[in-house]
């Protein structure tokens, strides 16, 4: 008998994978089974019954109770019920959830951006490591193949205060000073991560550097994973942040939902790509950085500050590779010669209007790359 419940329950989270894996990034099933185990900390076998019900949603897209309902109640389930595991998936960081005029919608979420960030104060070191087995082994490979960027790169407030023209999107302060609110500032969850597998960020001691912005910050206050502040103490954050020299990442659209501050040596994304030969080419950056050989003392200050690996000092003269360069302007910022200046790359890119238009896109990509090849 116990053998056939536990033979149940992995077909049901197989069902679910499967699922999941119809979201634009999706979640494909991997050899190891790490897929399998790493649903099995978010979902209980009930609870994965009732995600297969819904759809995915980031904010537009989100459904209300009454319509997730009609499509359950076949299977016996009451409204009562279904609203008592939605709410219980909620808090367990499991999918999306907003309240709007006082009715309920709810989602699937990604894994990232969504589920993985959802555990933050929550991790266990059970949970980190089929993590980073699926996200090597399933998420990351599935991310590149449908070009899912969520996040870009935009300049430090001091390296691009003297220059004009930039694109207003990719102006950080002026993006959070227009930004309706709530603010929400929570603990960074790979800086956690990192402390849990005793590996401390080499850039900050501090945890509180991730912020969201309106419906995003709400989830987070909601479900007590971050706390509110203002539009001032959201300035002050950013400001530290950009003295430690971390990295600024918000999410690649123009309504603003959240804003990583990230580092090579913590980050999820940014630990990955600084292996790669040319970071310049798989991040979303508008700029790069550029030396003035007549002004540079060879300090090395911009060495160290690079976390891309880009910069080296040959015959005490500063000089960037810009294949590696991702424009984040940390050197120009703490260049004590000004020597440094970020340029505009001859391709611009401007992001889509709303995370929504953004997984538009990677769906239609998603659907294109899956098609069928069809012999004329």
């Known amino acids: 008998m116990a053998d056939e419940i536990i033979a149940e329950n992995t077909n049901i989270y197989r069902k679910l994978q499967k699922h999941l894996d119809q979201m634009p990034i999706g979640f494909p099933s991997v050899k190891s089974g790490s897929d399998i185990r790493l649903l099995k900390h978010l979902f209980t076998p009930e609870e994965a019954k009732i995600a297969m019900f819904l759809k995915f949603g980031w904010e537009r897209d989100l459904e209300p109770l009454e319509i997730i309902y009609q499509r359950a109640k076949e299977s016996g389930i009451s409204l009562e019920e279904i609203e008592s595991t939605l709410d219980r998936m909620v808090s367990k960081g499991s999918i999306m959830f907003k309240r709007e ?7 699937n979420a990604l894994l990232m951006v969504g589920m993985f960030e959802f555990q933050v104060n929550n ?43 930039i694109n207003n999107y990719d102006d ?19 800086k956690q991560l990192k402390d849990i597998l005793n590996e401390p960020c080499k ?38 942040n950009q003295k430690d020299g971390l990295i ?43 030396v003035d050989s007549d002004l540079c003392t060879g300090c090395g200050t911009c060495v160290e500050i ?23 302007g940390n050197c120009v910022a703490q260049c004590p010669s000004e020597a440094i200046r970020l340029y505009n790359k001859e391709k611009q890119f401007t992001p889509f209007a709303t995370m929504d238009e953004l997984f538009d896109k990677i769906m239609q990509r998603k659907i294109k790359l899956n098609e069928p090849n069809i012999k004329k």
């Open 306 to 328: 690079c976390q891309m690996k880009a910069i080296t000092v040959d015959d005490e003269i500063s000089s960037i590779e810009r294949k590696r360069c991702i424009g984040c």
């Open 172 to 190: 950080i302060i002026e993006l959070i000073k227009s930004t309706e609110g709530p603010i929400m500032v929570t603990n960074c969850i790979c």
């Open 203 to 240: 850039i900050t001691d501090r945890r509180e550097v991730c912020m969201a912005f309106g419906f995003s910050a709400q989830l987070f206050i909601d479900q007590e994973r971050g706390r509110t502040i203002t539009k001032k103490e959201a300035l002050e954050i950013l400001r530290k």
């Open 248 to 290: 600024l990442q918000p999410d690649n659209s123009q309504k603003l939902s959240f804003l990583c501050s990230c580092c090579s040596c913590c980050c999820e994304n940014l630990s990955k790509v600084v292996s790669f030969p040319n970071p310049a080419r798989i991040t979303l950056t508008n700029y790069y950085a550029k």
């Open 101 to 107: 005029k006082g009715k309920k919608y709810y989602g």
């Open 123 to 165: 991790l266990t070191k059970e949970f980190i490591k089929d993590f980073h087995d699926y996200f090597e082994e399933g998420w990351l490979p599935e991310a590149f193949r449908v070009k899912g960027a969520q996040l870009r790169v935009v300049p430090v407030e001091k390296s691009i205060e003297f220059e004009k023209g």
